[in-house]
Nanobody
Framework: QVHLAESGGGSVQPGGSLRLSCAAS????????MGWFRQAPGKNREGVAI???????MYADSVKGRFTISRDKSKNSVSLQMDSLKPEDTAMYYC?????????????????WGQGTQVSVSA
């Protein structure tokens, strides 16, 4: 079992930036896919950005060019730098370890989730 602890959410105006961080309680999953999903009110959870065990990133089309994911295996952590934020980025953001399929397009399979951190973007 692994515990994921997220931090860094908050409220920001459109065009602003936030940085999310997530630390895993063990290094046992450093070879696995790790990243971020989000869920807005009334919508399904969707992938935002993930990085595989070799550090290769994958982004949802909606965040390409604005968000950057990074991973620090020495700290069992993954971060998400979010720039040029838009109101449609408002959601609960969840850190995840994906053990079955490494993609932003699906969260099927055996995965581990954090509690979530709220990101709100409004004028």
């Amino acid at each position: 079992q692994v515990h994921l602890a997220e931090s860094g959410g908050g409220s920001v105006q459109p065009g602003g930036s936030l940085r999310l961080s997530c630390a895993a309680s063990t290094n046992a999953y450093n070879a696995y896919c790790m990243g971020w999903f989000r869920q807005a009110p009334g919508k399904n959870r969707e992938g935002v950005a993930i990085t595989d065990g070799n550090g290769r990133p994958m982004y949802a089309d909606s965040v390409k060019g604005r968000f950057t994911i990074s991973r620090d295996k020495s700290k069992n952590s993954v971060s998400l730098q979010m720039d040029s934020l838009k109101p449609e980025d408002t959601a609960m953001y969840y850190c995840a370890i994906l053990t079955t399929v490494c993609t932003v397009y699906s969260d099927a399979g055996r995965n581990y989730w954090g509690q979530g951190t709220q990101v709100s973007v409004s004028a």
